[in-house]
């Protein structure tokens, strides 16, 4: 029986254009990848839209319903039929996500990206021309294998390649990817270009090393981080220093990295917890019962994604400045004072008439969504996709941060499950069940997050109290790349030099020779994956 291990690349040959190395590379390589949040994001909003559609729920429902029906929750649908229209995504996706972790470590980060954007492609297909709920929910089942395994792989991804000093600018573009999608419609043309960025992505430095392609790790790093020059000081450092935590011993996951996975765990939880997708999931009809005509709903719900993707953006160049923890805490606040008063002003709306009498409370609920959502895009959105990507050692980071994913899947499905039923039964008393878990994660994040931020992705074993080896230890030593003073006459690597530095003299440049290469311990074979 085939089996996944056997699947694993034997060797690796770089396929970007060589005129992006450096900073291009690297820019490149982040937003492109984020393309898989942007069309979950989009999935979002679709289902959110869809749900105050009347020929959406005569379709995939069977009921005739008219604009005031909608608006006033009397369409007659089953709260918990779409419940599990919602939630059949996350569901897949838990699992997904899972798995994703082997797949993540075998056969590497870019090829994970590659099978999440074909399996992505054919889910669009699917709810594009569902012709029934059943159709329906086999395509959002279909997606969430694919967002299940994007979710997972791009925050690893984005934290390998990202300097140590920009790891949450670099998350922070992913999560405002995933923010835009909501905002805008372009989901199969989006999955197209993810498959295609997937050829020419590079894999991430700290797989090809800890896989046995040192020489091709350290050529990588040096193309992301510098100008390809392999030579360069701090190119061979951070090299030395991704060797030696490669090399460390690792105990079971939990014995181990018990602060790590509790902090991987909660984080995602209270992200969810914290009310997100009980708004977003719901925003267009959430709207229409605070009291907007439904057309206006849907507009309002456009201008809401719009403040949900301006909130990321002080994110992305704060975030590395001022720490992970300051975000999370400030977030935590924000967030329980809106949710209190959009729960306090749809109480209010729920004693008035529908009609103009209802305007101005709901103005203020839209005004306090408005808030909400820019304080979380800011906040409890963004930093914990890094905290669960970055917090865990390169051995254990696919599984660790897989194992943050399932958390966030499993949260985000409970909630997407029960909100329909209780925003039926208790009305704007959900709001203050929400608020509740938002105190509760300020209150956790105090006591138990370390910062995180200011060291490298190798440094933060030191934060979280995990004995390393020194980088210049001797353990490191077999996996230190081939240099061109040791290749030998016979070697099969061929070290070839071009490209001038900005003084003219040639600059070093290690170009693998497909075919010709002889490196410890990655082994020659007849094919690359």
Same mark, same amino acid.
């Given at each position: 029986?085939?089996?996944?291990?056997?699947?694993?690349?034997?060797?690796?040959?770089?396929?970007?254009?060589?005129?992006?190395?450096?900073?291009?590379?690297?820019?490149?390589?982040?937003?492109?990848?984020?393309?898989?949040?942007?069309?979950?994001?989009?999935?979002?909003?679709?289902?959110?839209?869809?749900?105050?559609?009347?020929?959406?729920?005569?379709?995939?429902?069977?009921?005739?319903?008219?604009?005031?029906?909608? #608006?006033?929750?009397?369409?007659?649908?089953?709260?918990?039929?779409?419940?599990?229209?919602?939630?059949?995504?996350?569901?897949?996706?838990?699992?997904?996500?899972?798995?994703?972790?082997?797949?993540?470590?075998?056969?590497?980060?870019?090829?994970?990206?590659?099978?999440?954007?074909?399996?992505?492609?054919?889910?669009?297909?699917?709810?594009?021309?569902?012709?029934?709920?059943?159709?329906?929910?086999?395509?959002?089942?279909?997606?969430?294998?694919?967002?299940?395994?994007?979710?997972?792989?791009?925050?690893?991804?984005?934290?390998?390649?990202?300097?140590?000093?920009?790891?949450? $600018?670099?998350?922070?573009?992913?999560?405002?990817?995933?923010?835009?999608? +909501?905002?805008?419609?372009?989901?199969?043309?989006?999955?197209?270009?993810?498959?295609?960025?997937?050829?020419?992505?590079?894999?991430?430095?700290?797989?090809?090393?800890?896989?046995?392609?040192?020489?091709?790790?350290?050529?990588?790093?040096?193309?992301?981080?510098?100008?390809?020059?392999?030579?360069?000081?701090?190119?061979?450092?951070?090299?030395?220093?991704?060797?030696?935590?490669?090399?460390?011993?690792?105990?079971?996951?939990?014995?181990?990295?018990?602060?790590?996975?509790?902090?991987?765990?909660?984080? #995602?939880?209270?992200?969810?917890?914290?009310?997100?997708?009980?708004?977003?999931?719901?925003?267009?009809?959430?709207?229409? /019962?605070?009291?907007?005509?439904?057309?206006?709903?849907?507009?309002?719900?456009?201008?809401?994604? @719009?403040?949900?993707?301006?909130?990321?953006?002080?994110?992305?160049?704060?975030?590395?400045?001022?720490? /992970?923890?300051?975000?999370? $805490?400030?977030?935590?606040?924000?967030?329980?004072?809106?949710?209190?008063?959009?729960?306090?002003?749809?109480?209010?709306?729920?004693?008035?008439?529908?009609?103009?009498?209802?305007?101005?409370?709901?103005?203020?609920?839209?005004?306090?969504?408005?808030?909400?959502?820019?304080?979380?895009?800011?906040?409890?959105?963004?930093?914990?996709?890094? @905290?669960?990507?970055?917090?865990?050692?390169?051995?254990?980071?696919?599984?660790?941060?897989?194992?943050?994913?399932?958390?966030?899947?499993?949260?985000?499905?409970?909630?997407?499950?029960?909100?329909?039923?209780?925003?039926?039964?208790?009305?704007?008393? +959900?709001?203050?069940?929400?608020?509740?878990?938002?105190?509760?994660?300020?209150?956790?994040?105090?006591?138990?997050?370390?910062?995180?931020?200011?060291?490298?992705?190798? #440094?933060?074993?030191?934060?979280?109290?995990?004995?390393?080896?020194?980088?210049?230890?001797?353990?490191?030593?077999?996996?230190?790349?081939?240099?061109?003073?040791?290749?030998?006459?016979?070697?099969? $690597?061929?070290?070839?030099?071009?490209?001038?530095?900005?003084?003219?003299?040639?600059?070093? /440049?290690?170009?693998?020779?497909?075919?010709?290469?002889?490196?410890?311990?990655?082994?020659?074979?007849?094919?690359?994956?």
């Amino acid at each position: 029986m085939l089996s996944l291990s056997s699947l694993k690349p034997k060797t690796y040959v770089p396929r970007y254009p060589r005129w992006m190395i450096g900073r291009p590379l690297l820019i490149a390589t982040s937003a492109l990848a984020s393309l898989g949040d942007a069309m979950f994001g989009y999935s979002q909003g679709i289902i959110a839209a869809n749900q105050v559609q009347p020929s959406f729920i005569k379709r995939m429902f069977g009921k005739d319903v008219t604009m005031e029906q909608i #608006q006033t929750s009397d369409t007659g649908v089953n709260p918990f039929i779409i419940a599990i229209t919602v939630a059949c995504l996350n569901i897949t996706a838990l699992f997904s996500s899972i798995g994703s972790a082997y797949v993540c470590d075998i056969l590497g980060r870019r090829m994970a990206v590659r099978i999440g954007a074909v399996i992505y492609f054919i889910s669009a297909f699917i709810q594009i021309f569902a012709p029934n709920l059943t159709t329906l929910i086999v395509g959002r089942s279909i997606q969430g294998l694919a967002v299940g395994m994007l979710s997972m792989t791009v925050p690893i991804l984005q934290c390998e390649i990202a300097p140590g000093h920009a790891r949450g $600018l670099f998350v922070s573009i992913e999560y405002l990817c995933l923010n835009a999608g +909501y905002a805008v419609s372009a989901w199969v043309v989006l999955a197209s270009m993810l498959f295609s960025w997937t050829i020419f992505l590079p894999e991430t430095p700290r797989w090809l090393i800890k896989n046995g392609f040192p020489m091709e790790g350290l050529v990588t790093l040096a193309d992301l981080h510098g100008t390809g020059d392999i030579s360069d000081p701090a190119i061979q450092a951070s090299y030395a220093e991704i060797a030696a935590t490669i090399e460390s011993a690792m105990g079971p996951m939990f014995k181990q990295y018990t602060r790590q996975s509790i902090m991987g765990i909660t984080c #995602q939880l209270f992200a969810q917890f914290n009310g997100i997708n009980a708004i977003l999931y719901f925003l267009p009809e959430n709207l229409g /019962r605070a009291g907007f005509t439904i057309p206006r709903a849907l507009l309002y719900s456009g201008a809401c994604a @719009l403040i949900y993707c301006a909130g990321t953006i002080p994110t992305m160049f704060l975030i590395d400045k001022w720490g /992970r923890k300051i975000f999370l $805490l400030v977030g935590s606040c924000a967030l329980a004072i809106a949710l209190a008063i959009i729960g306090g002003l749809q109480f209010h709306a729920d004693a008035l008439p529908f009609g103009d009498a209802r305007i101005p409370t709901a103005d203020g609920i839209f005004a306090a969504v408005c808030v909400y959502l820019f304080f979380f895009g800011a906040t409890w959105g963004p930093v914990p996709w890094l @905290l669960g990507a970055e917090i865990f050692p390169l051995r254990a980071r696919a599984k660790g941060a897989a194992l943050s994913i399932v958390s966030n899947w499993m949260s985000n499905f409970i909630i997407a499950f029960i909100t329909p039923p209780l925003f039926n039964a208790i009305s704007g008393g +959900y709001y203050f069940v929400l608020v509740g878990f938002c105190i509760i994660s300020g209150v956790f994040v105090y006591f138990v997050y370390p910062e995180t931020a200011h060291v490298t992705l190798e #440094q933060l074993s030191q934060v979280f109290s995990v004995i390393v080896p020194d980088p210049e230890n001797r353990a490191s030593e077999k996996m230190r790349p081939t240099t061109s003073s040791e290749v030998s006459d016979d070697s099969r $690597l061929q070290l070839v030099h071009k490209g001038k530095s900005d003084d003219g003299s040639r600059a070093s /440049r290690s170009t693998l020779i497909e075919d010709n290469i002889s490196l410890e311990p990655s082994q020659h074979v007849e094919h690359a994956i």
